[in-house]
């Protein structure tokens, strides 16, 4: 299990290229959450046990059920699935096969897989402006958005607000 | 559009470019772009045929792409010299991958095929936006990170959007596909300098944005959006007419107008650096352009086409567009060559 998240971020490429090669958005959405499942996994497997549940909550548990709901509404009668299309196939294949080649690259190499430091969001840091405060770096993350990133906030807040208005002038009588 | 939704909108398309203007942090800059991007995209899509929806998703396509590439760069970054800052992008695959995303969103040469199709799927104003606003944010983002930068790859681009820009217009009728062309040369004019001396790189742009301001203003107030159209241009508004083609004289580079001013100090920079081989090469390819010019001033200003005696006398309607900033616009692209010392005041 030392490869865990190694394994995890090639099966979140994977999940990737399952919905670029342009299934059906049914099939494409479960993808993205396989996708997004395992990218929580690869957050959690760095340390950041807060921040990973926060991925699962927000990105899974809001925007996928939304999306979810919205693909169920607008579905077809025989969507298009990985193995109906050749197009879809083909595109599926490539991309694994780049994945492949991208592994037997990385195995191959004079460099050994465990340089990679995957275990970057457990450290402590100094949060606070006085005293020596020492709090684990995912919370401190979520945290600082709100104190010391404010305006990261306001700005993000007011993009989501005007991204309604933006769906809503591009949906409405076009064609 | 609702004039409160517009009203929003545009205000977020300032508030993208002047944050990501603004930045010193990679990150907000970042985050500039995409409230550019994202905001542009009604903009693009006021008019309601398939064609502008089109060019608004091709807009968006490249455009997220291109902020995706951005994020990528900042993140290798980040992560091989632990620091935000935008001027020291040390990391040559960081820093090149960024130049490369940022040349993207200007619509440079080889990225520049999104522009002449959006800016002719769109209206004239949000055409006109597009190319002189949105080039606002990248290019200030450019300036800072250039020096980090391989300048053979700018080199490149730069020639490659100078010669595209050139013989890629050559074989066009309709106008917005001629100024996206030539927005994409301008642009290749703009980046040659920017290792060499990046106040020129801003005084380009602000000649070229008035320039392209004064044309699309123009174009807009006489509803002319091909060469066809431009024929008969001089039987609604002959003063116009004239100022289109010293305009259009002033956007090929032509001297004593004001489009001369960077060009000619571009060339004199490069040339005080011991390069002679590329400003030859961009001094007659700019030569392109000024055909293509040419042709449009001929049809319009220099020829009346031949005619049934009824259309020589139009009645004359009441002008709705407004012509507020116009004049000076024009006396700005036109007249500015004598001030040429002033160009201290850039650095």
New interface residues.
Partial sequence: MMYIVFIMSVLYVVGFIGFSSKPSPVYGGMSLVVSGGLGCGIIMGSGGSFLGLVVFLVYLGGMMVVFGYTIAMATEEYPETWGSNVVVLGAFLVGLLMEVFMIMWLFSGEHELMGFYFGGLEDLMVLGEEGFEYVREDYSGGASLYSYGFW?LA?AG??LF??I??A???T???? | MNPLALSLILTTLLAGTLITMMSSHWLTAWMGLEMNMLTMIPILMKTTNPRSTEAATKYFMTQAMASMMLMMALTINLMYSGQWSITKMTNPVASNMALMALMTKLGSAPFHFWVPEVTQGVELTPGMILLTWQKLAPLSLLYQMATYTNTNLIYLSGLLSILIGGWGGLNQTQLRKILAYSSISHMGWMLIILPFNPTLTLLNLTIYIMLTLSIFMILTNTFTTSMSSLTLMWNKTPAMTIMLMTTLLSLGGLPPLSGFMPKWLMIHELTKNNSIIMPLTMAIMALLNMYFYMRLIYYSSLTILPSTNNMKMTWRFTNTKHTMTLPTLITLSNMLLPLTPMISMLE
């Fill in positions: 990261f700005m007011w993009m005007v991204s208005f933006i809503i002038e591009v409405r009588k076009r064609y």
